[in-house]
């Protein structure tokens, strides 16, 4: 139980990644507030997590709205008086080539990718500094960061982004004892019964772009990395545990889960 008594707060949660992150908090302890936009798909994934020992709620929240956000957070320190963890997944991903950019789509990824997260850095990053309790921020990047794929710039340019407000929150964080820190996946395509919403909405046209179908996408993400791994949301909750459970000094830092992939070197 290494986060017994803390206050977990995710956002984008409904979806693979955010399902084996919630897990992971609710098994060490936490009471785990699922946020995403509303509807029954937030509804069902909450009843989905109470088995687990934890506490789950579920709490609409749009991240690219700051009354959204700010509605959200001080609901949690008007019900529970502190807000210990905040991961942050919620990410949205669209396929093309920069010649055929529809720049609208574009925008709407800035929207969600950058303009989300830094409101919820802002609105976050505010509250815990006039709590003075320190706390935990983790910030969902991906191996396009340092790795980026054709057809895929839209996604690879704003989580670039959204990686960089990361690595700067936790230069003006760590002074209150905010560490801020990123986890950096290949392919997730489920957890459980849940499938990645990342990869329902780009799948099909990666693998037109392979001719290969489904299963074998899967194969090759495996096939490609050194360990021959496929990652799991579990893979990326254990990440996240490392850095909110403090078993080392750490902020800044961005802990790839891969597999091992020489190209998205520097590691």
Not at 25 to 33: C, Q, S
Not at 50 to 67: F, Q, Y
Not at 72 to 101: C, E, P, R, W
Not at 144 to 156: H, K, L, M, Q, W
């Amino acid at each position: 139980m290494l986060l017994q008594d803390k206050i977990a707060l995710v956002t984008g949660a409904a979806g693979a990644i955010g399902y084996g992150v919630c897990k992971m908090l609710l098994e060490n302890g936490a009471t785990v507030i699922a946020t995403d936009l509303p509807g029954p798909k937030l509804d069902d994934f909450v009843e989905d997590l109470k088995p687990a020992p934890g506490r789950a709620l579920g709490w609409p929240m749009d991240v690219t709205k700051v009354e959204s956000v700010a509605k959200a957070l001080d609901k949690t320190y008007m019900q529970f008086g502190q807000l210990d963890i905040l991961v942050h997944n919620a990410g949205i991903a669209h396929v093309s080539k920069i010649i055929d950019m529809d720049i609208e789509r574009f925008q709407f990824l800035e929207k969600v990718n950058v303009d989300g997260t830094l409101i919820v850095l802002k609105e976050v990053g505010r509250r815990m500094i006039e709590k003075d309790k320190g706390g935990d921020i983790v910030i969902m990047s991906t191996k396009n960061v340092p790795s980026p794929s054709a057809s895929f710039s839209a996604y690879s340019a704003t989580k670039a982004a959204c990686h960089q407000l990361g690595r700067i929150a936790s230069l003006e964080f760590a002074p209150h004892n905010i560490r801020v820190n990123m986890v950096a996946p290949d392919a997730v395509f489920s957890e459980g019964k849940y499938k990645s919403g990342l990869w329902d909405l780009v799948g099909e046209d990666r693998m037109k772009a392979r001719g290969i179908n489904e299963k074998e996408l899967h194969e090759y993400y495996r096939n490609r990395n050194l360990l021959k791994a496929a990652v799991t949301g579990r893979h990326v909750a254990n990440a996240v545990l490392y850095f909110v459970s403090r078993q080392s000094p750490t902020t800044g830092a961005t802990l790839p889960v891969d597999g091992g992939l020489p190209d998205a070197t520097p590691r």
